[in-house]
């Protein structure tokens, strides 16, 4: 979310090489660390299911997202693109903060 609020207000390509650096250690962090969650939480029986999962909607993520960006931008331009990008995650961040019951398999 830092990553793309910085690219978002960038008006040099200093500070969109720094929110792509930022973006790219982010990315970097989350996805082993998601993998080892999961490895951690699920039981080996359902870990394989667990697993695919996972990168399936990461994939399927990347696959809808990206052309809604696209349009974004063409439409309303790139720095609104990267408003939503910062919207969503916040969503998301929100979203998993709730506290809530542990979901068991």
């Known amino acids: ?3 793309l609020t910085i690219i978002s207000f960038s008006n040099n390509i ?3 090489v720094a929110g792509m650096t930022t973006l790219g ?9 998601s993998a080892g969650l ?3 939480k699920v039981e080996t029986d359902a870990l394989g299911l667990a697993t695919g999962l996972f990168y399936g909607l990461l994939v399927a ?3 809808v997202g990206a052309p809604i960006s696209g349009i974004i931008a063409d439409t309303l331009g790139y720095t ?3 408003y939503s990008g910062v919207i969503l995650s ?5 979203t998993v ?3 809530r019951e542990e979901i068991k398999t």
């Open 1 to 3: 979310m830092l990553s």
């Open 14 to 16: 200093i500070f969109v």
């Open 25 to 33: 250690i982010g990315h970097g962090m989350i996805y082993p660390t």
């Open 38 to 40: 999961i490895k951690d």
């Open 61 to 63: 993520g990347i696959a």
């Open 80 to 82: 609104y693109s990267l």
């Open 90 to 94: 916040a969503i998301t961040i929100i």
């Open 97 to 99: 903060a709730i506290p």
